[in-house]
Nanobody, 127 residues
Framework: QVQLVESGGGSVQAGGSLRLSCVAS????????MGWFRQGPGMGRERIAI????????YYADSVKGRFTISQDNAKKTLYLQMNSLKPEDTAMYYC????????????????????WGQGTQVTVSS
């Protein structure tokens, strides 16, 4: 059974940093698209960063490009999201998700295509 468990959320002032972690278990970690999504109050779900575990290809949404970094430790089956220069508009519940698909197909997929999700971790940024 696939399980994803996020941690690392919290409250921080604008300009601060947080690092989220997502530990995966129950499946072969290699050759999967791992993504970070978020959903703010009254907002729809946003795909913010994805990584292909096989070769490390990454994608970032414009809203976080240059501030957030997605990375992985394959040996630990752990996904990370380093978030710097946080803004109040980054306040949201953050989720990691897994999709077993090739990279090119993965780029075209939104959250509805991801089958496995973590429980989420809350990030709150105050001004």
């Amino acid at each position: 059974q696939v399980q994803l468990v996020e941690s690392g959320g919290g409250s921080v002032q604008a300009g601060g940093s947080l690092r989220l972690s997502c530990v995966a278990s129950g499946y072969i970690y290699s050759n999967a698209c791992m993504g970070w999504f978020r959903q703010g109050p009254g907002m729809g779900r946003e795909r913010i960063a994805i990584i292909y575990t096989g070769d490390g290809n990454t994608y970032y949404a414009d809203s976080v490009k240059g501030r957030f970094t997605i990375s992985q430790d394959n040996a630990k089956k752990t996904l990370y999201l380093q978030m710097n220069s946080l803004k109040p508009e980054d306040t949201a519940m953050y989720y990691c998700a897994a999709l077993f698909m090739g990279w090119v197909q993965c780029l075209a997929m939104n959250g509805d295509s991801y089958k496995y999700w973590g429980q989420g971790t809350q990030v709150t940024v105050s001004s």
